[in-house]
């Protein structure tokens, strides 16, 4: 039972552009949703996160969206660098408590 | 530097053998976790704390045990137990609170000889 989906597992986007990263979720109870990004032989490292009583979250270059009526989250990069090539997780906290579950990525390259 | 320190980074155990990871920060942190990363997948969770002494289990903790003696360290421990431990394994830690960002180690790669 996946509480959280991320249905691609790869994109690629061209330096400058904008990249989309997408999160689908099945429980309306969550209250915050959070984006990590992970490079390869490292741990994440915390990206941004929303609360579920807003629809939009912005820093800097990045910002998450939240769709609460399709139960969906996305997450902007723009314009995309090649240092953001990496895996990104999206990651929900279960019955408000202090865990998280993280959907299973999507690796993201960008090219010049 | 606060941070997490996670030792070693690439760990090889024979068959039947326990191994234990170790896992310390200096964040202050009152909740620890151990994840398992395997290839393709997203991060699980094998057990958690949150506060010293006490740990509960997460959803893939058959094969594995953990103590909790002091705040600052989260030693996990791989049992021969585990049939298929070959896997890199996050520790993390957070404020107490929903929806709050853990902090990750870089992680140890545990492969089986």
Known sequence: DQQVKQNSPSLSVQEGRISILNCDYTNSMFDYFLWYKKYPAEGPTFLISIS????????????????????HLSLHIVPSQPGDSAVYFCAVPPGNTDKLIFGTGTRLQVFP | DGGITQSPKYLFRKEGQNVTLSCEQNLNHDAMYWYRQDPGQGLRLIYYSQIVNDFQKGDIAEGYSVSREKKESFPLTVT????????FYLCASSIAGSGQPQHFGDGTRLSIL
């Open chain 1, 52 to 71: 579920s009583i807003k629809d939009k979250n912005e820093d800097g270059r990045f910002t998450v969206f939240l769709n609460k009526s399709a139960k």
């Open chain 2, 80 to 87: 021969s137990a585990q049939k298929n431990p070959t896997a």
